[in-house]
């Protein structure tokens, strides 16, 4: 075997394992319990872990999940997140979760999860869900998955791709959501458009959308709720 069919695989075995790994870094530990100190002048990829030996059962536990939700808002829905921020115990596990509230006709808008796959059970009611591809070639438009979903059912929404969940039945619906990172992170994408601060530039809004600046004006100027 020549030196260069070595070193081609050599490279090729390290992407395969590198892809082969959770997106979230793999502990080097048993657990490293965060410690949620917004003073620390300590900046870490995730949290500063807790002495092991002031940890506690606590540290892994959370309640409430069996409480709904909030959905008497401009969209319907609420999300109860599950993360490194609420349970500690999850820093550098890279896994979370949320539970999923819709009032009837609710929606969980537009939005992607830049750290995160998000995998979707259905607990109760009817969602039309879906997910959307990234941009494909030249003159193609960027192809839609959708299903509609009943008690029992699962979906899985690849790592940062736009996607949705509506209630299209007549009653509630609840969702729980699992994540293979500790912090997903959520970007909703007509709050982030329309709704930054400072704005985006009404110009580039414009041209990007191919409509006329009032109705970039309009859009800016209405109050984006955050369901998160």
Same mark, same amino acid.
Request: hydrophobic share 45%.
């Given at each position: 075997?020549?030196?260069?069919?070595?070193?081609?695989?050599?490279?090729?075995?390290?992407?395969?394992?590198?892809?082969?790994?959770?997106?979230?870094?793999?502990?080097?530990?048993?657990?490293?319990?965060?410690?949620?100190?917004?003073?620390?002048?300590?900046?870490?990829?995730?949290?500063?872990?807790?002495?092991?030996?002031?940890?506690?059962?606590?540290?892994?536990?959370?309640?409430?999940?069996?409480?709904?939700?909030?959905?008497?808002?401009?969209?319907?829905?609420?999300?109860?997140?599950?993360?490194?921020?609420? @349970?500690? *115990?999850? =820093?550098?596990?890279?896994?979370?979760?949320?539970? +999923?509230?819709? !009032?009837?006709? /609710?929606?969980? %808008? $537009?939005?992607?999860?830049?750290?995160?796959?998000?995998?979707?059970?259905?607990?109760?009611?009817?969602?039309?869900?879906?997910?959307?591809?990234?941009?494909?070639?030249?003159?193609?438009?960027?192809?839609?998955?959708?299903?509609?979903?009943?008690?029992?059912?699962?979906?899985?929404?690849?790592?940062?791709?736009?996607?949705?969940?509506?209630?299209?039945?007549?009653?509630?619906?609840?969702? @729980?959501? *699992?994540? =293979?990172?500790?912090?997903?992170?959520?970007?909703? +994408?007509?709050? !982030?458009?329309? /709704?930054?601060? %400072? $704005?985006?530039?009404?110009?580039?809004?414009?041209?990007?959308?191919?409509?006329?600046?009032?109705?970039?004006?309009?859009?800016?100027?209405?109050?984006?709720?955050?369901?998160?």
């Amino acid at each position: 075997m020549s030196l260069k069919s070595f070193v081609l695989i050599i490279a090729i075995l390290a992407v395969v394992t590198s892809i082969s790994h959770a997106f979230d870094p793999s502990p080097l530990q048993d657990f490293c319990v965060a410690v949620n100190d917004s003073m620390t002048t300590v900046f870490v990829n995730g949290k500063v872990c807790k002495d092991p030996k002031i940890v506690s059962a606590d540290d892994f536990f959370k309640s409430g999940l069996n409480v709904a939700g909030n959905t008497s808002n401009n969209v319907g829905s609420a999300v109860t997140a599950v993360n490194v921020n609420n @349970l500690p *115990g999850l =820093n550098t596990l890279g896994i979370s979760l949320a539970r +999923i509230d819709y !009032a009837p006709y /609710g929606v969980n %808008p $537009p939005h992607t999860h830049p750290r995160g796959t998000e995998v979707l059970t259905v607990l109760e009611g009817t969602l039309y869900v879906g997910f959307v591809l990234s941009n494909p070639g030249p003159n193609m438009k960027n192809k839609l998955f959708t299903k509609i979903l009943h008690p029992g059912d699962v979906f899985v929404f690849p790592i940062g791709l736009i996607h949705f969940q509506f209630n299209v039945g007549k009653t509630k619906a609840v969702a @729980l959501a *699992g994540f =293979n990172s500790q912090n997903q992170g959520v970007i909703t +994408i007509a709050n !982030a458009v329309f /709704g930054s601060d %400072p $704005p985006i530039n009404d110009d580039i809004l414009t041209k990007a959308f191919q409509v006329d600046k009032k109705v970039v004006d309009y859009l800016q100027s209405q109050f984006w709720w955050d369901n998160n």
